[in-house]
């Protein structure tokens, strides 16, 4: 069972655009975080949001958490090369429960 | 700081085949986990040790064992390879176990089953 379900699977864009990643579920988590990953490389955590309706800006990526804690979004302003990357959602459910999403694959075109 | 460190990078196995993937870290961690990557399914929990001394089982267990050797190694074993225990293994480690804590990932083991 697949809780987390992330949208575009696939994005490529240009320099410069901007993009939103979509991270949706029918479950409520206690928090969510992000990570992004690089080919050969372990997912590299961005952020937390524990808070529903919670916003965390890191430089030109923003984060939200749905109000009813059941989706999120990951917004990049002016994106650069180097945010290409696997970007994944996960979600906490309980003290010991972590469930990733199914990943969203950005590619930035110079 | 190594942080966590996986070994082997890659490996191909036969079908029935045995091996250990090898996971250390040295950030004085508690907890340690492993997890499986498949094209569009995400990481999945194999198995992860909230502490030294235990081991529980996460989403898809088996045809694995683990063992935590001590409070920074952490190995998981295949006894008998399948074609669909191919897929990309991580590691990670994170100070406690707990929905606020921060994971740390190994650089990844490719396995193919043949």
């Known amino acids: 069972t697949q809780l987390l379900e992330q949208s575009p699977q696939f994005l490529s864009i240009q320099e410069g655009e901007n993009l939103t990643v979509y991270c949706n579920s029918s479950?409520?988590?206690?928090?969510l975080q992000w990570y992004r990953q690089e080919p050969g490389e372990g997912p590299v955590l961005l952020v937390t949001?524990?808070?529903?309706?919670e916003v965390k800006k890191l430089k030109r990526l923003t984060f939200q958490f749905g109000d009813a804690r059941k989706d999120s979004s990951l917004h990049i302003t002016a994106a650069q090369p180097g945010d290409t990357g696997l970007y994944l959602c996960?979600?906490?459910?309980?003290?010991?429960?972590?469930?990733f999403g199914t990943g969203t694959r950005l590619t930035v075109i110079p | 700081n190594a942080g966590v460190t996986q070994t082997p990078k890659f490996q191909v196995l036969k079908t029935g085949q045995s091996m250990t993937l090898q996971c250390a870290q040295d950030?004085?961690?508690?907890?340690m986990y492993w997890y499986r990557q498949d094209p569009g399914m995400g990481l999945r929990l194999i198995y992860y040790?909230?502490?030294?001394?235990?081991?529980d089982k996460g989403e898809v267990p088996n045809g694995y064992n683990v063992s935590r050797l001590n409070k920074r190694e952490f190995s998981l074993r295949l006894e008998s390879a399948a074609p669909s225990q191919t897929s990309v293994y991580f590691c990670?480690?994170?100070?406690?176990?707990?929905?606020?804590?921060?994971?740390?990932f190994g650089s990844g083991t490719q396995l193919s089953v043949l």
């Open positions: 040790s909230a502490s030294e001394g235990t081991t």
């Open positions: 949001v524990v808070t529903g309706g």
């Open positions: 990670a480690s994170s100070r406690d176990r707990g929905f606020n804590e921060k994971l740390f």
């Open positions: 950030m004085n961690h508690n907890s």
């Open positions: 479950s409520v988590f206690s928090s």
């Open positions: 996960a979600g906490a459910q309980g003290a010991n429960n972590l469930f």
